[in-house]
């Protein structure tokens, strides 16, 4: 079925959702070119949405982008982020622009599927019974993008009942990212495998409900949102922990719930930066490197709020309580600068960046490029390793040099730069195959798949889904001598146990089909 924009521009006030429109007033005009040659103007005001064609009035916002552009964009053909970066559309008010998304449900070229049990995933797919020692522990899962899903995917990884809640007409952000096979996000799928889908509008009353009635039946929920907003819904922990006292409430933001910051905005980058983690991360030159992932994001948001789930799941064992755990990303940031900013306090002195011994300081504990442009990690901190791997090469003139400065230690690293690069990677791994200093590969993505130590440590997981077939994502890493837990299913399509959970619920058929035909819930 081919989809022109003015379909989807005529069907704007359809989709309006006046619930989001409360006291919000604006004028939009869209000035489609290409094939199609359109001009239309959308008025929000006093609860209604009205669509005229033409040009009219004083606009808030222009949205300027070519037919095929505004079509693969509203189908989740194309990313909005790339495609203004990009200058393939044009907005004259962002801040407006995604305003005024918030006030629509998502364009659909089909009618939604029926209401029926057989539609749910869960009844679809031959889900293996949930195991693992978290099994029987129920987690509401507010969190969208990276932090709060790898977490909360790891959680489910070991058995808990993730319940992932997603508002039907704008859900996780991140099942619109590239890349995508037939319109399924492969960055979506590798954060949520083993959870179930809750497509929920929870800005209704019905919504607000059917969250009430969740909350009273789980034991942790888990959140994204910045301060406050979960309160404005009508989620916060002081509502939520009257209807259940024993209720595990983790908030992940970037400046934690109290600071003169807790309110800013940031990103990855913003936390380490404020942390210091970002600060001694670099060249001998000075310049800053930005790691390659995200730092604060996994390992300031995933890990902490796993640590805060099982924490508090235990004191709760102990005192029949609740709790609210608090988890700022830049306060868990900090303590990767435990060594360095010891080794400050003891000297008073900043250490320049790749100063630090560990960070690119010293010639026996640092990376270097082969022959054919790939690199080695060499981790040869200690004498004894230092000198088995001198005598290797067949440099015991190097033994004692290790631990001299300046310009002597700078032409060992040369010395030893100029070594790595005589051989390839493959003949360097062969040539050290057995011997014990600390030596390594440095794998690019392509070549963690094939692995051996990642794959004899099972660290990736095989899926299938409908629209992409077989794909693998990353395994979570910790290994239990006797509990085991082999939960191992795709993410969920949006809504897909939207039904199964309201029936758990005790909500009858004619309560769920009343839900679904006023777009409460999405099956």
Not at 13 to 27: G, I, L, Q, W
Not at 56 to 84: F, R, W
Not at 357 to 363: F, K, M, R, Y
Not at 471 to 500: C, E, M, R
Request: a negative charge.
């Amino acid at each position: 079925m081919n989809i022109t924009a003015q379909q989807i521009i005529e069907s704007i006030p359809t989709r309006f959702r006046a619930e989001k429109a409360e006291n919000y007033s604006a004028v939009f005009q869209f000035e489609i070119t290409g094939d199609e040659a359109l001009q239309y103007t959308v008025t929000i005001a006093n609860g209604k949405c009205e669509l005229q064609q033409g040009l009219h009035g004083n606009a808030d916002c222009t949205i300027k982008t070519k037919a095929s552009v505004y079509v693969d964009l509203e189908a989740g053909k194309a990313n909005p982020q790339m495609a203004l970066m990009m200058g393939k559309i044009k907005v004259s008010n962002l801040a407006a622009m995604m305003q005024f998304a918030k006030c629509f449900r998502k364009f659909t070229a089909t009618e939604n599927r029926p209401l029926t049990m057989a539609n749910s995933q869960s009844t679809m797919v031959n889900r293996p019974a949930k195991q693992g020692p978290l099994t029987g522990v129920k987690i509401i899962d507010f969190t969208r993008l990276l932090p709060g899903p790898l977490a909360t995917m790891f959680l489910a990884d070991m058995g808990a009942d993730v319940i992932k809640v997603e508002d039907p007409d704008n859900p996780d952000y991140i099942r619109s990212f590239a890349p995508q096979i037939n319109g399924m996000s492969m960055l979506y799928l590798a954060l949520n495998r083993n959870k179930r889908s809750l497509a929920l509008n929870t800005l209704s009353k019905e919504g607000k409900q059917v969250i009430y009635d969740l909350v009273k039946t789980a034991d942790v929920l888990v959140e994204q949102y910045r301060p406050g907003v979960m309160k404005d819904m009508g989620f916060g922990y002081e509502e939520l922990s009257k209807l259940n006292p024993k209720l595990i409430y983790v908030s992940i933001t970037g400046y934690g719930q109290v600071s003169s910051k807790a309110m800013d905005a940031g990103h990855d980058l913003n936390y380490i930066a404020i942390a210091g983690a970002l600060g001694i991360t670099g060249s001998a030159n000075g310049d800053i490197t930005i790691p390659g992932f995200q730092l604060a994001d996994i390992a300031g948001g995933s890990y902490m709020a796993m640590n805060a789930v099982t924490a508090a799941l235990y004191q709760r064992e102990r005192t029949g309580k609740g709790e609210w755990i608090d988890v700022a990303m830049t306060d868990a940031a900090v303590p990767f600068t435990a060594l360095q900013f010891a080794a400050y306090q003891g000297s008073k002195q900043d250490i320049p960046r790749a100063g630090f011994e560990l960070s690119g300081a010293l010639a026996n504990y640092n990376v270097y490029k082969c022959k054919d442009g790939k690199h080695i990690a060499l981790g040869s901190l200690e004498p004894k390793f230092w000198n088995r791997f001198c005598a290797k090469v067949g440099r015991t003139d190097w033994n004692d040099k290790f631990l001299q400065q300046g310009e002597e230690l700078a032409k060992l690293k040369s010395e030893v730069k100029d070594l790595f690069l005589t051989r390839s990677r493959v003949e360097w791994l062969e040539y050290f195959k057995g011997e014990d200093f600390c030596f390594s590969t440095i794998n690019d993505l392509p070549d963690m798949e094939e692995d051996v130590y990642l794959n004899e440590r099972n660290m990736f997981v095989e899926n299938e889904h409908a629209a992409v077939g077989k794909y693998k994502t990353i395994n979570q890493p910790l290994k239990f001598l006797h509990a085991k837990f082999d939960n191992n299913w795709s993410a969920p399509d949006l809504g897909d146990d939207s039904v199964s959970i309201l029936q758990e619920l005790n909500y009858s058929n004619q309560q769920i089909e009343e839900f679904k035909t006023n777009n409460i819930v999405k099956v």
